[in-house]
């Protein structure tokens, strides 16, 4: 087997000869970004050739002659020969400290849409319980007294332990008199005892919520005993380096052991932010008795190794949308192994459960006459229109735009992000403010639209997105067909280079916010209803938390309809999870809700490529559907 050595990281194992380069360096521990899937289409896990022979010929198309003849290749295309190999492997722009620490995420949503305290019933309790010390001839086993003394408070249901509470047992029941604490979960007819402690441990009893989305994940760990929110932990979903959105990382996972790779990367990403998260507040992982787990059918079929080709085949299939219960040690998640994992309910292959938990921060849980429509920005775009007469939902693809990822200087809403722009309209040059007041490291989604909108408003771009070139500013750099806006020279950055905005990460905003408000146009037509109609409209996703409406409604990423109609919640997928993980009063109400909902599958509507064309404008090609816009 040829011996693969990779530079500067000195890294080097010995594979099979016709392995791909990209998974030689993946189980070599090298990170390389596949963004496109390992499809070859996207050109970014560029590598070069220091030694060695291979076959590059299927990098031609992508790259120039040029660049191939000089040793640079594409890693996913590139197949291993017999002799040994030295690659060097450009220095990726990163995504370490990207990353925000979060807070309590409940100021986001309105008070009166929250479980209120009388429906705090989590899944998994603690209950303090004296079991009587053995007697001499009672002919009871200590499983059969701890279950006597159970089945006293809760009635006479078969109460089933693991091997791993059994082993424990005779130590806790004797340990402090026979008084113990026993974590439980109450199914319909049985109790399931998860954990037994010895004394009186009910006052520490803990659980997670998590959003696995597309871009980032977010841990949130929560006091079960009064429902507080102690902590929260964002980062990069590390599947980001095998494919940016949901198809390129369906394309990723054709092969085995890449599904199993995918699934890994998830687990590891929010293993490590629960050791963050419980090691910032002195939670050891094994009092975690609870998790809620929210995302799109995809993630969560990655997350859990599950095929998930037919997501994005004709007629569009997953394996389910309803998961079972499952315990933390089938998931893979580092916790009481027991514990049991819920998942939110997912409606169709593009509405997962994500969606099912934001509407949980929404009136459209609620029984009203009122008709209300939340969009969930992210790097899916995902909606749901309804009262308590009917709920119609809808999915369309927004890219990663929104969330700085496909964005040549983007990044996430993290410290060092450009969030906020204004240019001035006789010289085009900007005055920009970022997340924590230091030099800027790159620009975030809401940055973005800042820009656009303020580009468009002093007339430096135009309704296309083309910057303009026949006024002289210091901020325009035009080269060859394309334009760039400068934001950040160099001395300015927080970078080793210049922070900038080109003319296709321009248009990469422009089709992400076409996508939405076309699927909000093409869901309300099939509705029935004009956008005057609504009564209020949602803002959910991480991303949303830090939209302004104002720039939103310029660049015509949203409806111009009146601002107090507006509503924030944040990333409502994790908010949504924190409801259902303190309340299965509010799980219940979600799973009715899901099954509630109608499907529209925008691929299979011929009007939805019109609706989306037309939106391909600043703000739109119909100046009548923005009249507060001025030109």
Same mark, same amino acid.
């Given at each position: 087997?040829?011996?693969?050595?990779?530079?500067?990281?000195?890294?080097?194992?010995?594979?099979?000869?016709?392995?791909?380069?990209?998974?030689?360096?993946?189980?070599?521990? %090298?990170? &390389? /970004?596949?963004?496109?899937?390992?499809?070859?289409?996207?050109?970014?896990?560029?590598?070069? &050739?220091?030694?060695?022979? #291979?076959?590059?010929?299927?990098?031609?198309? =992508?790259?120039?002659?040029?660049?191939?003849?000089?040793?640079?290749?594409?890693?996913?295309?590139?197949?291993?020969?017999?002799?040994?190999?030295?690659?060097?492997?450009?220095?990726?722009?990163?995504?370490?400290?990207?990353?925000?620490?979060?807070?309590?995420?409940?100021?986001?949503?309105?008070?009166?849409?929250?479980?209120?305290?009388?429906?705090?019933?989590?899944?998994?309790?603690?209950?303090? #319980?004296? #079991?009587?010390?053995?007697?001499?001839?009672?002919?009871?086993?200590?499983?059969?007294?701890?279950?006597?003394?159970?089945?006293?408070?809760?009635?006479?249901?078969?109460?089933?332990?693991?091997?791993?509470?059994?082993?424990?047992?005779?130590?806790? $029941?004797?340990?402090?008199?026979?008084?113990?604490?026993?974590?439980?979960?109450?199914?319909?007819?049985?109790?399931?005892?998860?954990? %037994?402690?010895?004394?009186?441990?009910?006052?520490?009893?803990?659980?997670?919520?998590? /959003?696995?989305?597309?871009?980032?994940?977010?841990?949130?760990?929560?006091?079960?005993?009064?429902?507080?929110?102690?902590?929260?932990?964002? /980062?990069?979903?590390?599947?980001?380096?095998?494919?940016?959105? =949901?198809?390129?990382?369906?394309?990723?996972?054709?092969?085995?052991?890449?599904?199993?790779?995918?699934?890994?990367?998830?687990?590891?990403?929010?293993?490590?932010?629960?050791?963050?998260?419980?090691?910032?507040?002195?939670?050891?992982?094994?009092?975690?008795?609870?998790? %809620?787990?929210?995302?799109?059918?995809?993630?969560?079929?990655?997350?859990?190794?599950?095929?998930?080709?037919?997501?994005?085949?004709?007629?569009?299939?997953?394996?389910?949308?309803?998961?079972?219960?499952? +315990?933390?040690?089938?998931?893979?998640?580092?916790?009481?192994?027991?514990?049991?994992?819920?998942?939110?309910?997912?409606?169709?292959?593009?509405?997962?459960?994500?969606?099912?938990?934001?509407?949980?921060?929404?009136?459209?849980?609620?029984?009203?006459?009122?008709?209300?429509?939340? &969009?969930?920005?992210?790097?899916?775009?995902?909606?749901?229109?309804?009262?308590?007469?009917?709920?119609?939902?809808?999915?369309?693809?927004?890219?990663?735009?929104?969330?700085?990822?496909?964005?040549?200087?983007?990044?996430?809403?993290?410290?060092?992000?450009?969030?906020?722009?204004? %240019?001035?309209?006789? +010289?085009?040059?900007?005055?920009?403010?970022?997340?924590?007041?230091?030099?800027?490291?790159?620009?975030?989604?809401?940055?973005?639209?800042?820009?656009?909108?303020?580009?468009?408003?002093?007339?430096?771009?135009?309704?296309?997105?083309?910057?303009?070139?026949?006024?002289?500013?210091?901020?325009?750099?035009?080269?060859?067909?394309?334009?760039?806006?400068?934001?950040?020279?160099?001395?300015?950055?927080?970078? /080793?280079?210049?922070?900038?905005?080109?003319?296709?990460?321009?248009?990469?905003?422009?089709?992400?916010?076409?996508? &939405?408000?076309?699927?909000?146009?093409?869901?309300?037509?099939?509705?029935?209803?004009?956008?005057?109609?609504?009564?209020?409209?949602?803002?959910?996703?991480?991303?949303?938390?830090?939209?302004?409406?104002?720039?939103?409604?310029?660049?015509?990423?949203?409806?111009?309809?009146?601002?107090?109609?507006?509503?924030?919640?944040?990333?409502?997928?994790?908010?949504?999870?924190?409801?259902?993980?303190?309340?299965?009063?509010?799980?219940?109400?979600?799973?009715?809700?899901?099954?509630?909902? +109608?499907?529209?599958?925008?691929?299979?509507?011929?009007?939805?490529?019109?609706?989306?064309?037309?939106? $391909?404008?600043?703000?739109?090609?119909?100046?009548?559907?923005?009249?507060?816009?001025?030109?």
């Amino acid at each position: 087997m040829p011996l693969i050595t990779f530079r500067p990281s000195g890294k080097s194992i010995e594979v099979p000869s016709n392995t791909e380069l990209l998974d030689a360096a993946r189980q070599a521990g %090298v990170e &390389i /970004d596949a963004p496109c899937g390992g499809k070859g289409t996207c050109g970014k896990c560029l590598v070069r &050739i220091l030694d060695g022979h #291979v076959d590059s010929s299927s990098s031609l198309g =992508v790259l120039s002659a040029d660049a191939v003849a000089a040793g640079h290749v594409l890693a996913c295309r590139t197949r291993l020969g017999a002799e040994p190999l030295t690659v060097e492997v450009p220095e990726a722009s990163g995504r370490e400290g990207m990353r925000i620490a979060g807070g309590d995420e409940t100021a986001l949503v309105r008070g009166e849409l929250l479980p209120r305290k009388w429906e705090y019933e989590p899944m998994a309790m603690k209950w303090l #319980v004296r #079991v009587p010390l053995p007697q001499l001839g009672d002919g009871l086993s200590d499983l059969d007294r701890l279950t006597r003394s159970i089945q006293h408070d809760w009635g006479p249901q078969p109460v089933l332990p693991p091997l791993s509470v059994l082993r424990v047992l005779t130590h806790a $029941l004797r340990a402090e008199q026979g008084l113990v604490t026993t974590t439980l979960i109450r199914s319909s007819n049985e109790i399931h005892l998860i954990r %037994v402690e010895p004394g009186d441990q009910t006052v520490r009893h803990y659980g997670i919520a998590v /959003d696995v989305g597309t871009t980032t994940i977010a841990v949130q760990l929560v006091d079960l005993t009064s429902a507080t929110i102690l902590g929260t932990r964002s /980062d990069y979903n590390e599947q980001v380096a095998c494919g940016l959105d =949901v198809i390129s990382r369906i394309n990723y996972a054709r092969r085995p052991e890449r599904l199993e790779e995918l699934r890994t990367r998830a687990l590891h990403t929010i293993n490590r932010l629960l050791r963050q998260v419980t090691q910032e507040h002195t939670v050891a992982p094994d009092e975690i008795s609870n998790a %809620v787990i929210s995302g799109n059918t995809t993630m969560l079929h990655l997350l859990l190794g599950l095929n998930p080709e037919y997501i994005r085949l004709d007629p569009y299939t997953p394996t389910l949308h309803e998961t079972p219960y499952l +315990t933390a040690v089938e998931v893979g998640l580092e916790i009481n192994p027991e514990s049991w994992v819920c998942f939110s309910p997912c409606v169709g292959s593009y509405v997962g459960g994500d969606i099912t938990a934001g509407m949980l921060c929404t009136d459209l849980a609620t029984e009203t006459e009122q008709i209300n429509l939340f &969009i969930d920005i992210g790097t899916n775009g995902e909606l749901v229109i309804g009262n308590r007469d009917f709920l119609m939902t809808c999915a369309c693809s927004a890219g990663p735009a929104f969330e700085g990822a496909g964005i040549e200087c983007g990044m996430r809403a993290a410290i060092g992000a450009i969030e906020w722009v204004e %240019v001035d309209a006789a +010289t085009g040059l900007p005055h920009y403010w970022t997340i924590g007041g230091g030099k800027p490291k790159g620009i975030c989604g809401s940055g973005m639209i800042a820009l656009l909108a303020d580009l468009l408003r002093t007339g430096w771009i135009d309704a296309s997105g083309k910057l303009d070139r026949t006024r002289p500013s210091h901020a325009i750099r035009v080269q060859g067909r394309h334009a760039y806006y400068l934001l950040a020279p160099l001395h300015e950055s927080g970078m /080793d280079h210049a922070i900038q905005v080109s003319e296709i990460d321009i248009e990469n905003i422009i089709r992400a916010k076409a996508a &939405i408000y076309a699927a909000c146009a093409l869901l309300l037509q099939h509705a029935g209803i004009a956008f005057t109609d609504l009564a209020n409209i949602y803002i959910g996703g991480g991303f949303g938390r830090f939209l302004n409406i104002e720039k939103a409604i310029v660049i015509g990423l949203v409806p111009d309809l009146p601002r107090e109609k507006f509503h924030y919640v944040g990333n409502s997928s994790l908010m949504g999870s924190y409801i259902v993980l303190v309340s299965q009063e509010y799980h219940r109400r979600q799973l009715v809700l899901a099954r509630r909902m +109608t499907y529209i599958d925008l691929s299979s509507d011929p009007t939805y490529m019109d609706q989306y064309t037309a939106a $391909l404008f600043l703000p739109h090609t119909d100046r009548n559907l923005f009249p507060s816009v001025t030109p």
